[in-house]
């Protein structure tokens, strides 16, 4: 069974603080790693995607990826009270499909 | 880029009743997709993907069913909903793009 696990959370920070959001996964043969952003009623949105082991930058995200630990995490820095939400850690999982966590609960106090 | 139309927005049907999903998707062709359903407290749970027209796949056993009339079309029924059926329905699209694109889903109540 492919799992990936996630702290349900919530992680609360303190406006411009950085948050740090962590995930772990089974699958040793996994090869791409996605994190979804899902406001409270909405349906996921892609912010991020990691192939390779390092960092990888999109403006204020930051995704790492160290394959050998099997961890991916996202990191948000400047956080501001609209990145409250859950996220999501999702790892493909064969024939195109994609195994999700349960998602942490982000908190972004003004 | 990929657009997905998923409706209705939210229902509410009476145990054992039937159930019909619809989803379609614009702007890109031969894609992937992919039904999730997301229960209370739980998480993303794939419920049926298909790689091409005809073509289902299912990964978890229950009362659902899925077809896939049309390259863009994606159908999840029932025939007889349950109390735990309820949840919220998400269709996905894997396209030319990169991860996927997903519906702004159903909200589905059993009562």
């Known amino acids: 069974q492919k799992e990936v696990e996630q702290n349900s959370g919530p992680l609360s920070v303190p406006e411009g603080a950085i948050a740090s959001l962590n995930c772990t996964y089974s699958d040793r043969g996994s090869q791409s790693f996605f994190w979804y952003r899902q406001y409270s009623g909405k349906s996921p949105e892609l912010i991020m995607f990691?192939?390779?082991?390092g960092d990888k930058e999109d403006g204020r995200f930051t995704a790492q990826l160290n394959k050998a630990s099997q961890y991916v995490s996202l990191l948000i820095r400047d956080s501001q009270p609209s990145d409250s939400a859950t996220y999501l850690c999702a790892v493909n999982s064969g024939y195109s499909t994609l195994t999700f966590g349960k998602g942490t609960m982000l908190l972004v106090s003004p | 880029s990929q657009t997905i139309h998923q409706w209705p927005a939210t229902l509410v049907q009476p145990v054992g009743s039937p159930l019909s999903l619809e989803c379609t998707v614009e702007g890109t062709s031969n894609p992937n997709l992919y039904w999730y359903r997301q229960a209370a407290g739980r998480g993303l749970q794939l419920l049926f993907y298909s790689v091409g027209i005809g073509q289902i796949s299912s990964e978890v056993p229950q009362n659902l069913s899925a077809s896939r009339p049309q390259d863009r079309q994606f159908i999840l029924s029932s025939k007889k909903l349950l109390l735990s059926d309820s949840g919220f329905y998400l269709c996905?699209?894997?396209?030319?793009?990169?991860?996927?694109?997903f519906g702004s889903g159903t909200r589905l109540t059993v009562v």
């Open positions: 996905a699209c894997r396209g030319p793009e990169v991860g996927y694109t």
């Open positions: 990691i192939y390779s082991n």
